[in-house]
């Protein structure tokens, strides 16, 4: 079956500064990659995601590449605030069900 | 425009009792999934639903997890004879159709002691 790593576990940042999140993922056949945002005793809020006939999309601060070739795929968040920080899941899927990655704790400092 | 809508929101079970998990998925959404997330994890795919029917149930860990969705609207999940490792957060998505966005509820947190 499909397997998602992620990296890193946790990031630190400074606010301000841009945070960058990592997956890859090992079946050729995913096609839809989300990216989700888990705050603390929520459920996991969709806040980007990308399928695999396109190599970038971008939303205000958020943004998120592809790269189908290399089977990897990464979150990128710029001028971050403490409001950013948050657990943050990248998932991939082939068809119904979404395998999801480990998880980046992320902490914007101000 | 409520989202999904999961109860109860905790749960602690003595070791050996049956429970039962609900999910009020959005309106008019087709598909539903059910996951299981344990602390510092990422979810891990438990079962879906398309409408009334279960399609895949390949991530149910053992037989006494069950899941039903009768009308094809509001889903159970029962955990029979829980154990200690049942302990997790057990989240319910739906979506629209089967490859659209995934909504998630907020999660039932369920201790088994």
Same mark, same amino acid.
């Given at each position: 079956?499909?397997? &998602?790593?992620?990296?890193? +576990? @946790?990031?630190? &940042?400074?606010?301000? %500064?841009? *945070?960058?999140?990592?997956?890859?993922?090992? %079946? +050729?056949?995913?096609?839809?990659?989300?990216?989700?945002?888990? =705050?603390?005793? #929520?459920?996991?809020?969709?806040?980007? %995601?990308?399928?695999?006939?396109?190599?970038?999309?971008? %939303?205000?601060?958020? *943004?998120?590449?592809?790269?189908? @070739?290399? #089977?990897?795929?990464?979150?990128?968040? @710029?001028?971050?605030?403490? =409001?950013? +920080? *948050?657990?943050?899941?990248?998932? +991939?899927?082939?068809?119904?069900?979404?395998?999801?990655?480990?998880? @980046?704790?992320?902490?914007?400092?101000? | 425009?409520?989202?999904?809508?999961?109860? $109860?929101?905790?749960?602690?079970?003595?070791?050996?009792?049956?429970?039962?998990?609900?999910?009020? $998925?959005?309106?008019?959404?087709?598909?539903?999934?059910?996951?299981?997330?344990?602390?510092?994890?990422?979810?891990?795919?438990? /079962?879906?639903?398309?409408?009334?029917?279960?399609?895949?149930?390949?991530?149910? $860990?053992?037989?006494?997890?069950?899941?039903?969705?009768?009308?094809?609207?509001?889903?159970?999940?029962?955990?029979?004879?829980?154990?200690?490792?049942?302990?997790?957060?057990?989240?319910?998505?739906?979506?629209?159709?089967?490859? /659209?966005?995934?909504?998630?509820?907020?999660?039932?947190?369920? /201790?088994?002691?």
């Amino acid at each position: 079956g499909e397997n &998602v790593e992620q990296h890193p +576990s @946790t990031l630190s &940042v400074q606010e301000g %500064d841009s *945070a960058v999140i990592k997956c890859t993922y090992s %079946d +050729s056949a995913s096609n839809y990659f989300p990216w989700y945002k888990q =705050e603390l005793g #929520k459920g996991p809020q969709l806040i980007i %995601d990308i399928r695999s006939n396109v190599g970038e999309k971008k %939303d205000q601060r958020i *943004a998120v590449t592809l790269n189908k @070739t290399a #089977k990897h795929f990464s979150l990128h968040i @710029t001028e971050t605030q403490p =409001e950013d +920080s *948050a657990v943050y899941f990248c998932a +991939s899927s082939s068809g119904n069900m979404l395998t999801f990655g480990g998880g @980046t704790r992320l902490m914007v400092k101000p | 425009g409520a989202g999904v809508s999961q109860s $109860p929101r905790y749960k602690v079970a003595k070791r050996g009792q049956d429970v039962a998990l609900r999910c009020d $998925p959005i309106s008019g959404h087709v598909s539903l999934f059910w996951y299981q997330q344990a602390l510092g994890q990422g979810p891990e795919f438990l /079962t879906y639903f398309q409408n009334e029917a279960q399609l895949d149930k390949s991530g149910l $860990p053992s037989d006494r997890f069950f899941a039903e969705r009768p009308e094809g609207s509001v889903s159970t999940l029962k955990i029979q004879r829980t154990q200690q490792e049942d302990s997790a957060v057990y989240l319910c998505a739906s979506s629209l159709m089967w490859d /659209t966005e995934a909504f998630f509820g907020q999660g039932t947190r369920l /201790t088994v002691v």
